[in-house]
């Protein structure tokens, strides 16, 4: 089926290369890193994980949100999701394969990446996230395709995939909820030392990942002949309000057990983010840019009409999105490491190199879900494909 991502208008191809273009400039800026190490970034003694961690941690959640379309689907027979369920499927392949890259980068090393696989240590919680995030990135490659597969010959799927359909399930809440127990299980930093950091990224998830589902459903009908469904994009549009309301409410619980214990190894963490602390306080417009994105979206999303709204619907995905990744991605990984365990702020600040290395390895992610869905809309369009397999 990958023949179909070789064929495409003009307009395709200058995608592709664009993004062609942007992966070599990431993998020369990458080599670069390589042999000069990681002294390039803006990471430290103090601020030992940075944007790349970030990305990661973001990335998970986009690619755990798209169980709220499986689940649906395949545990309750939603039918309104039966064409929108692959594309919710085929978001997790390359949410996945950026989450290793990153952390592939991160480690600084290839041969410390492969060690984690090689040579494993149960102890350590990031070979269960490397081996939860292999895990499910497998799994979702695997159904998409053969469920895809078996729709173009307008076949059943194998039997022997709704066993692995159940196990995907359950899996996408472990790859998040191992991600955030790298952070809870470290008593030593009071910004992340908390029970209910896995449920907030939980929620997290459940609002960006279905967002950017929204997104994508909305490019795809503009640009191709395939139509995902209205009913379909309004339902996605309830979960990413019902996600984004448990996000904000666990946000608000950890405010009050902060401030009302005034407990000041924790109370710390949260005035440099959204007040400052000893002067310094560079991410205090983007933690306030994430609120007001954050409670805008949710505001508009709450109230039926705005939310049927597609435009208004469109909008606060975007805002959902960027809030989001402020939030799980720039927020939580500065906030945990400033102010440090002597109590001084040392701030850390992106280097262009480390931006540049994001981006490429964000423009892979992109070629990757591309051709993916390239292949989808390609297949939908058939006029022998039947439009949904039950």
Known sequence: MLEFALKGNKNYWIWISGLLLMIALGTGVYFIQLQTGLVITGLSRDHSWGLYTA???????????????????Y???????AKITI?????????LC????????????????????????????VFWDALALMGYLVLNLLLGWVMLEAERK?????????????????????????????????????FWFTAILAPRFLASAFAAGPALVVLLSFIIRRLTRFDPGKDAIQAIGVIVTYGLLANLFFMLCEVFTVFYSNMPEH??????????????????????????????????????????????????CVFVFIGVWIDKGLGLMAGGFSPNPFHQVVEYVPTF????????????????????????????AEPNVPSQIY
């Open 154 to 190: 307008g076949l059943e799927p194998p039997g022997w995939t709704k066993p692995l359909i159940y196990l995907s399930i359950p899996m996408a809440f472990s790859i998040h909820t191992v991600t955030a127990f790298l952070y809870s299980g470290l008593p030593g930093r009071g």
């Open 353 to 380: 190199a480390e931006i540049a290395i994001s981006i490429g390895v964000w423009a892979i992610g992109a070629l990757i879900l591309t051709v993916l869905y390239k292949v989808v809309v390609s297949i939908k």
């Open 267 to 316: 109370k710390a963490h949260f005035t440099y983010l959204y007040m400052g602390l000893d002067g310094k306080g560079v991410l205090v417009p983007w933690m306030w840019t994430s609120v007001v994105l954050l409670v805008t979206a949710a505001v508009l999303l709450i109230i039926p009409k705005t939310r049927k709204n597609e435009l208004i619907l469109g909008i606060c």
């Open 87 to 95: 594309l919710g499927e085929f978001l997790a392949v390359p949410a």
């Open 55 to 73: 990305q990661l941690n973001f990335l998970v959640g986009v690619a755990a949100g798209g169980v709220m379309l499986v689940l649906p689907y």
């Open 75 to 81: 545990l309750h027979n939603y039918k309104k999701f």
């Open 98 to 125: 950026m989450c290793l890259l990153f952390l592939f980068i991160h480690l600084g090393k290839p041969s410390r990446f492969m060690n984690v696989f090689l040579h494993p240590t149960p102890s350590a919680m």
